[in-house]
């Protein structure tokens, strides 16, 4: 059983950074492909971020590419993302989530990670 445990959510106003981090545990983390992703009230889930399990290939949404920046860790098990110029429509809950794959495909699909965190709650004023 993997479990993740997301940090680092809070208030920022527009334009500013945050950092998101994601602990999981399992002795196997560098077997995991990593995402976030991010439900807006009212809103379905959308993808936010992925990277594989050895963080060679990286996958963004076309949202935040260019201001996020997902890496991770394989040594603390942890993955992050480094959001800049935060935008009022950045505001979500975020969610870490896993799969135990070693594919060099980062999957935009939700259904494919059985693994998630409880998620983190940023909100970006205006």
């Known amino acids: 059983q993997v479990q993740l445990v997301e940090s680092g959510g809070g208030l920022v106003q527009a334009g500013g950074s945050l950092s998101l981090s994601c602990k999981a545990s399992?002795?196997?983390?560098?077997?995991?492909?990593m995402s976030w992703f991010r439900q807006a009230p009212g809103k379905e889930r959308e993808f936010v971020a992925g990277?594989?399990?050895?963080?060679?290939?990286?996958n963004y949404a076309d949202s935040v590419k260019g201001r996020f920046t997902i890496s991770r860790d394989n040594a603390k098990n942890t993955v992050d993302l480094q959001m800049n110029s935060l935008k009022p429509e950045d505001t979500a809950v975020y969610y870490c989530?896993?799969?135990?794959?070693?594919?060099?495909?980062?999957?935009?699909?939700?259904?494919?990670?059985?693994?998630w965190g409880q998620g983190t709650q940023v909100t970006v004023s205006s």
């Open positions: 989530a896993a799969r135990i794959t070693t594919t060099n495909y980062v999957s935009p699909f939700e259904y494919v990670y059985p693994y």
């Open positions: 399992g002795r196997t983390f560098s077997t995991y492909g």
């Open positions: 990277i594989t399990w050895n963080g060679d290939n990286t």
